[in-house]
């Protein structure tokens, strides 16, 4: 009935970036060179607040492929995360299994979990389908306090081991913060040049495709069915790699790893830095933390805060707060 | 055993009447302004608060208490309709999404920065226990029956004959088309969003003798309820979301007594997604509306 049609094939995030896009080579090497070197004049705990803005950025990827390329509006990445934190300390604490094995094996069984969801899922529409993961969320949760001879309920797994690499005779374990600090900051970068390699890929174009028009890309021979299984499953294993970070990191997983919290988390990284972009989503899990450290101070008011926040996102930056980054650097062109 | 059943059935048609009454409201919201409120619950909560301060600090009756929260409900569902459900007709799911969630967590955050956190003993209400055709019922579970019933009725009868509950049903069907012939969507907008607000505020006061606690953080859960009950009665289905709801109400307490307490809070989930695998437009509807 009434669809929302979207005039531009282009969002004007994209736009505006692309407007500015002879800064944008200097600025990313300066913002990688920034990333390496931070741990040099950063404290402890903002670097800890970067580590956790890193390991949500994983599952913001997943969302954002899924909501801003192929424009499937997702709660589910919570659970996809909980799982995933999930299958990583199980693995570790019951077989004692090394990190780099927890943490693919987080992904490809998040991954696979998401086939038999999102087969029912994916045939909803709209509304429907956006309940239907926030239920993903809301039944992960009581399976992980339930579940308790595999789980241990709500007393959590604790005591999963910190990443530890073994290679030949060398080993090291990453306990410090610093340390994970580069593991996770690899592993985002890794993760973010994924993204951009789907996102360039003929695959990516047609998931655009997709998000503008599906009756109108399935007419063209797109196989959209198949298009929107794969990506949310890719976009699952994304959250379930960041789950595993995060049991890793933390050392320990509740079923409260399992909460519409996070699900909504993410869904503002993707919104509040600008769904459809790979840098606004980078963007976006920077400026979330920062918020949220920046908020400590009056921890009352803080979630007061972080409402009227939502409310001004939606109502003055429909786009996310990225195109105002691209309007400043084409108007730092403009001077030249 | 047959007894016991009966008894859980007549249970579940109570807590059905609770949701039904708060699910009413966020089905017709929905209807006109297309989006989900994640901050319906919180109507809820508003309403029992309104009612514990009435009872509380002024010692008013109970009946009373009930108008107060209401009406404080109603008046605060005047201000968020106005800065925030006003503005998002028309706007994309996500807007919807993010919008309603912030003014979630912003009455459920202020009322716990002002009342605290912890949990209020709730003293109003008609707790007597009477019995009828052999079962033992607390009197106030047979008043949420019959208010149920009467709203269902009420709203009914205000959707078919009344100018704004015709008004109400056009929005839902086509906005743009509204506007051309000169109904103003907005103002309907605004007094469903008020309706449905109050009518929550109405439930929350209404359960809050039976739960006997309240606090800053009840509202959520019954929006997670909710949501699954307006999706299986099928968007803006105003019939079709009783029915889910008494079903909802009905599964949860049998539910509760034979596979455990703990598992019924995801019934509604459960369900639903069953329900959307069968019939993926909801229970009572061939196409998908929305």
Redesign the interface.
Known sequence: ??E?VREVTVTPAERTVAAGRDLRGPFGVALIALACIAPLFLGNYPLHAIIIALIFLLPAHGLNLL?GYTGL?SLAQAAFFGIGAYTSALLAVHFGTPFYVNFLAAGVVTGIIALPLGI?AL??????F???T??FV??GQ?IA??WISLTRGDMGLAGVPKPHFALGPASFTVSGTVGFYYLVLVIAALATLVVYLIVRSPAGRNMIAIRENETLAESVGIPTWHYKLVVFMISAAFAGFGGSLYAHYLTVVSPLTFQ?YYS?TM??IV?GGG?GTISGVIFGSLLFVGLTEALRVAP??R??A??????G???WF?NGFAPLIGRFSSFLEKRK | MFFTVIEQVVNGIVSGSVYAIVAVGMTMI?GVL?A?NFAHGEYYMLGTFGAWFAIEYFDLPYPVAVVIGVVTTALIAVIVGN??MQ??VG?????G???T??????L???I??VFGGSYKFFSGGYIEPVTLFGFTLAEQRILIIIVGMIVFVGLELMVTYSRMGKAMRAVSQ???CCAVVGIDVRHIALWTFILGAGLAALSGVLTAPVNVSVYGGMGELIT?KT??II?MGG?GNVRGTFVAAMILGIAESLVATYI?L??R??V???T??LV??WR???LFSAQ???
């Not at chain 1, 972080?306 to 409310?311: I, M, R, V």
């Open positions: 009935m009434t929302i909501l509006l029912p045939r909803l529409r709209a509304t429907s956006v309940m239907c926030l239920g809301i039944i009581a306090k339930n519409m909504t869904l503002i919104l769904a009352e008011l979630m007061i972080y409402g009227f926040f939502l409310l996102l939606v109502f429909p | 929905f297309r989900i800065f925030v503005r998002i706007a994309p799911a996500e807007a999404v993010l919008a969630l912030g003014a979630a967590l912003i459920q955050n202020t716990i920065l086509n906005i743009e997670f949501l699954p999706i968007l455990g703990q598992f809070d995801t509604g989930f459960a639903l997604m959307l695998m993926p437009h909801g998908a509306r929305f």
